[in-house]
């Protein structure tokens, strides 16, 4: 019997056909599998929402899951807080993420709703009122800086699959006190996040006709 010598190693005829079938197969691999991979990174991208469906999807949610969010989710969305806009570029602000019990048995001390309760992480967003900025007419302007950060946040949270709700309701002298805030430091709003636990509600929204002229 005819047999293939390489190296060490003696080859059936049979077994020839079969590893010169390798660089077709490696071939294969790298130019169709490649192509293929390409249509599901377009897909992928396809799929994701679109600022319209974002602002949709992002609504106030009041029930959680306890599952532990990710951190790379929680980087994600502060990267987005992060590279918010504010007056003069001040960034008066401050955020304190809280995952640990005691912290968040503290936090809804401040606002005593159980579905709050049972949110696995709470944010706090505080305005530095030393660091914002304050036109010639003295208004403040830390109140909107830190609404567009707050925004920034529950829009990047919708963005990956997790719910948020604003929370301004809460003893903010309270939260102060329990969480050693300094003495130019305001909690402005708390935000509980984590993965929903119910659906979106249909938006209730004044009209285009109403909003504009
Ligand atoms: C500044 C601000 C303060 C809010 N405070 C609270 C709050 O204390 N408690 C609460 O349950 N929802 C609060 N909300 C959520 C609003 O009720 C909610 O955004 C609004 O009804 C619209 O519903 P949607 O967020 O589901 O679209 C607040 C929202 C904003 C923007």
Same mark, same amino acid.
């Given at each position: 019997?005819?047999?293939?010598?390489?190296?060490?190693?003696?080859?059936?005829?049979?077994?020839?056909?079969?590893?010169?079938?390798?660089?077709?197969?490696?071939?294969?691999?790298?130019?169709?599998?490649?192509?293929?991979?390409?249509?599901?990174?377009?897909?992928?991208? *396809?799929?994701?929402?679109?600022?319209?469906?974002?602002?949709?999807?992002?609504?106030?949610?009041?029930?959680? *899951?306890?599952?532990?969010?990710?951190?790379?989710?929680?980087?994600?969305?502060?990267?987005?807080?992060?590279?918010?806009?504010s007056a003069c570029n001040k960034q008066p602000w401050?955020?304190?993420?809280?995952?640990?019990?005691?912290?968040?048995?503290?936090?809804?001390?401040?606002?005593?709703?159980?579905?709050?309760?049972?949110?696995?992480?709470?944010?706090?967003?505080?305005?530095l009122?030393?660091e914002e900025w304050?036109?010639?007419?003295?208004?403040?302007h830390g109140?909107?800086d830190?609404?567009?950060?707050?925004?920034?946040?529950?829009?990047?949270?919708?963005?990956?699959?997790?719910?948020?709700?604003?929370?301004?309701?809460?003893?903010?002298?309270?939260?102060?006190?329990?969480?050693?805030?300094?003495?130019?430091?305001?909690?402005?709003?708390?935000?509980?996040?984590?993965?929903?636990?119910?659906?979106?509600?249909?938006?209730?929204?004044?009209?285009?006709?109403?909003?504009?002229?």
């Open positions: 019997m005819n047999t293939y010598r390489y190296w060490f190693w003696n080859f059936s005829p049979k077994e020839a056909r079969f590893w010169e079938k390798i660089p077709i197969f490696a071939y294969w691999t790298l130019v169709y599998r490649n192509d293929v991979n390409q249509l599901s990174v377009k897909l992928k991208k *396809q799929e994701k929402m679109d600022f319209l469906e974002l602002t949709r999807n992002r609504y106030s949610c009041r029930n959680y *899951q306890s599952k532990v969010v990710e951190q790379d989710k929680m980087d994600y969305i502060m990267e987005c807080v992060r590279l918010a806009p401050r955020f304190r993420i809280l995952t640990e019990e005691e912290e968040l048995k503290k936090a809804s001390q401040c606002y005593n709703r159980e579905w709050f309760a049972a949110a696995p992480v709470v944010i706090i967003a505080s305005i009122h030393d304050i036109r010639a007419d003295n208004k403040h109140d909107i830190i609404a567009i950060a707050v925004e920034h946040l529950c829009l990047a949270a919708a963005e990956q699959g997790l719910g948020t709700c604003w929370v301004c309701n809460f003893d903010a002298e309270g939260c102060k006190k329990f969480f050693g805030l300094g003495e130019n430091e305001e909690a402005a709003v708390l935000i509980p996040l984590g993965y929903p636990a119910d659906e979106p509600k249909d938006k209730i929204r004044k009209t285009m006709s109403e909003i504009i002229g």
